[in-house]
């Protein structure tokens, strides 16, 4: 038997929700067979199992959200043997020793342990640091304070362990790799709070919780020292968080309050989009210009594209050019594909393109990139954007695609919308905004006729691109549009 834990499938996340599963209890399944659509931060990512068998148990819900590293299914490869549950202690199951040898081990310090269980995410336990510790029964009323002035004792005798059976501890504190008295969080969870004791520290409850859930604490006004622990070695789960807040999730995505409104639990993509932008807008500092352009010669050359041989395939939309059109201005103006590193305080100039398309999916916003499309021909830069917009539509764009990108399009005018103001993708230094073709009265040749035409935005970082830099990079683009056939000079 055998569990697959929750991997971090990149970019450092800490946890995912279960979107769907596809397989249940009994199903056999194969090495590398898609099991189950998680949604990160990211995207919706789909995970094959990496053991062939047949599926002996789902161990998280659809719609539930899982720690990197809970195991979330276990599957009978044939071996007979069920995986060790997670004990309550870091002490090895096994039958109570004698009586006699109870003694000898308190009297003794147990060798550090040579393996431990790997923890994924959190903090881990400290290799040799465990220290063998007598635990009190709840029999074993606890020693009382000396009133004030009395004499204190000549000795003190070694306390004796009273339980030595599979639920002993090794080590009270794995989370910290110290000991920790077990007298308040044991009695606690065994007899209620020990008559007397000291309330645990801030500093100590806080690393018996997770990163994850200090911060659904946080948002939730929890206050983590009121709360006992209901996971492995007393540590405090989400569970314990949302049942102190009163805040238990419904299975809905979307849960009624009352009538007339509704509350959207902001997760995943639309989270991670949130605070991507929030942390671009009041990071860097933005600019963004406007440019009108008569677009009509590109209009009529998207016609005859879609009648050549090598686009027979493909879809060729305005969109194409444009692209081409930002990746020609690119390799004209270095500067304006580039990064600042606050860290290192340099300006990083990227001499390739990963062009990023911003896509408007029903899961939030994705920006997805195109690798290496500045070394793109043209028709493979229509097939890649297809691909792209596609995989995109159907949920399937996975993290990989969406890192790494240096600039990038949003085409507003699909939505009927001529301009707008643009926010950087974090790490980026430009994106240009596409608005929609409609025709307009244009003067041409001191004459005014019918065209088509479009409203260009270029919003940029100022600390890495001037205002100079950044109109040179927009007429350059808008000039290509107006006359396609400076594509090819240029290029």
Same mark, same amino acid.
């Given at each position: 038997?055998?569990?697959?834990?929750?991997?971090?499938?990149?970019?450092?996340?800490?946890?995912?929700?279960?979107?769907?599963?596809?397989?249940?209890?009994?199903d056999p399944v194969k090495v590398n067979q898609i099991i189950v659509e998680i949604e990160t931060a990211k995207a919706v990512v789909e995970l094959p199992c990496p053991f062939e068998g047949v599926v002996a148990a789902l161990m998280a819900d659809e719609g539930e959200t899982v720690d990197v590293?809970?195991?979330?299914?276990?599957?009978?490869?044939?071996?007979?043997?069920?995986? %060790?549950?997670?004990?309550?202690?870091?002490?090895?199951?096994?039958?109570?020793?004698?009586?006699?040898?109870?003694?000898? +081990?308190?009297?003794?310090?147990?060798?550090?342990?040579?393996?431990?269980?790997?923890?994924?995410?959190?903090?881990?336990?400290?290799?040799?640091?465990?220290?063998?510790?007598?635990?009190?029964?709840?029999?074993?009323?606890?020693?009382?304070?000396?009133?004030?002035?009395?004499?204190?004792?000549?000795?003190?005798?070694?306390?004796?362990?009273?339980?030595?059976?599979?639920?002993?501890? +090794?080590?009270?504190?794995?989370?910290?790799?110290?000991?920790?008295?077990?007298?308040?969080?044991?009695?606690?969870?065994?007899?209620?709070? /020990?008559?007397?004791?000291?309330?645990?520290?801030g500093g100590r409850v806080a690393t018996l919780a997770k990163p994850p859930v200090r911060k659904l604490a946080k948002d939730l006004g929890v206050d983590l020292t009121t709360l006992t622990g209901s996971g492995p070695q007393g540590s405090i789960t989400r569970d314990d968080v949302q049942s102190a807040a009163g805040a238990v999730p419904a299975p809905a995505a979307v849960r009624a309050v009352q009538?007339?409104?509704?509350?959207?639990?902001?997760?995943?993509?639309?989270?991670?989009?949130?605070?991507?932008?929030?942390?671009?807008?009041?990071?860097?500092?933005?600019?963004?210009?406007?440019?009108?352009?008569?677009?009509?010669?590109?209009?009529?050359?998207?016609?005859?594209?879609?009648?050549?041989?090598?686009?027979?395939?493909?879809?060729?939309?305005?969109?194409?050019?444009?692209?081409? %059109?930002?990746?020609?201005? /690119?390799?004209?103006?270095?500067?304006?594909?580039?990064?600042?590193?606050?860290?290192?305080?340099?300006?990083?100039?990227?001499?390739?393109?990963?062009?990023?398309?911003?896509?408007?999916?029903?899961?939030? $916003?994705?920006?997805?990139?195109?690798?290496?499309?500045?070394?793109?021909?043209?028709?493979?830069?229509?097939?890649? $954007?297809?691909? $792209?917009?596609?995989?995109?539509?159907?949920?399937?764009?996975?993290?990989?695609?969406?890192?790494?990108?240096?600039?990038?399009?949003?085409?507003?005018?699909?939505?009927?919308?001529? %301009?707008?103001?643009?926010?950087?993708?974090?790490?980026?230094?430009?994106?240009?905004?596409?608005?929609?073709?409609?025709?307009?009265?244009?003067?041409?040749?001191?004459?005014?006729?019918?065209?088509?035409?479009?409203?260009? /935005?270029?919003?940029?970082?100022?600390?890495?691109?001037?205002? +100079?830099?950044?109109?040179?990079? $927009?007429?350059?683009?808008? %000039?290509?549009?107006?006359?396609?056939?400076?594509?090819?000079?240029?290029?």
């Amino acid at each position: 038997m055998k569990q697959f834990k929750l991997p971090d499938v990149g970019e450092g996340l800490t946890e995912a929700e279960i979107v769907r599963w596809h397989v249940k209890a009994g199903d056999p399944v194969k090495v590398n067979q898609i099991i189950v659509e998680i949604e990160t931060a990211k995207a919706v990512v789909e995970l094959p199992c990496p053991f062939e068998g047949v599926v002996a148990a789902l161990m998280a819900d659809e719609g539930e959200t899982v720690d990197v590293g809970r195991p979330i299914i276990s599957v009978d490869d044939g071996t007979g043997t069920d995986p %060790a549950p997670a004990p309550a202690s870091s002490a090895a199951p096994g039958p109570a020793p004698e009586r006699g040898q109870a003694l000898a +081990e308190d009297m003794v310090p147990a060798p550090p342990k040579e393996e431990r269980q790997p923890v994924l995410v959190g903090y881990g336990v400290k290799m040799g640091a465990a220290k063998r510790r007598p635990r009190r029964s709840a029999s074993t009323p606890p020693a009382s304070t000396p009133p004030a002035g009395s004499p204190a004792p000549r000795s003190v005798q070694p306390p004796v362990r009273q339980d030595t059976g599979p639920g002993a501890r +090794e080590d009270a504190g794995p989370f910290t790799g110290e000991s920790a008295v077990p007298s308040v969080r044991e009695g606690a969870r065994e007899n209620g709070p /020990a008559a007397g004791a000291a309330p645990a520290s801030g500093g100590r409850v806080a690393t018996l919780a997770k990163p994850p859930v200090r911060k659904l604490a946080k948002d939730l006004g929890v206050d983590l020292t009121t709360l006992t622990g209901s996971g492995p070695q007393g540590s405090i789960t989400r569970d314990d968080v949302q049942s102190a807040a009163g805040a238990v999730p419904a299975p809905a995505a979307v849960r009624a309050v009352q009538a007339g409104e509704e509350r959207i639990p902001v997760k995943g993509v639309r989270r991670a989009t949130a605070q991507a932008m929030v942390a671009s807008a009041f990071t860097a500092p933005h600019v963004t210009e406007f440019l009108q352009v008569d677009v009509t010669e590109t209009m009529d050359a998207v016609g005859r594209l879609r009648r050549l041989p090598d686009f027979a395939e493909v879809k060729v939309s305005p969109l194409l050019l444009v692209a081409k %059109a930002v990746l020609v201005a /690119a390799r004209r103006y270095p500067m304006i594909n580039s990064a600042w590193n606050e860290v290192a305080q340099e300006i990083v100039v990227k001499h390739y393109v990963n062009l990023g398309i911003a896509a408007a999916t029903p899961r939030g $916003l994705l920006v997805p990139n195109v690798k290496d499309a500045h070394a793109m021909s043209l028709p493979d830069l229509a097939r890649a $954007l297809g691909a $792209l917009a596609e995989t995109a539509r159907a949920g399937r764009t996975q993290p990989a695609d969406m890192a790494g990108g240096t600039i990038t399009i949003t085409n507003v005018g699909v939505f009927g919308v001529d %301009a707008g103001t643009p926010i950087l993708n974090p790490g980026e230094s430009a994106i240009l905004a596409f608005g929609q073709v409609r025709d307009m009265p244009w003067v041409v040749d001191g004459q005014i006729v019918p065209r088509r035409v479009c409203t260009l /935005a270029l919003s940029f970082d100022h600390r890495v691109v001037d205002g +100079e830099l950044g109109s040179l990079f $927009l007429r350059d683009v808008g %000039a290509m549009l107006e006359d396609p056939l400076r594509m090819l000079a240029w290029s």
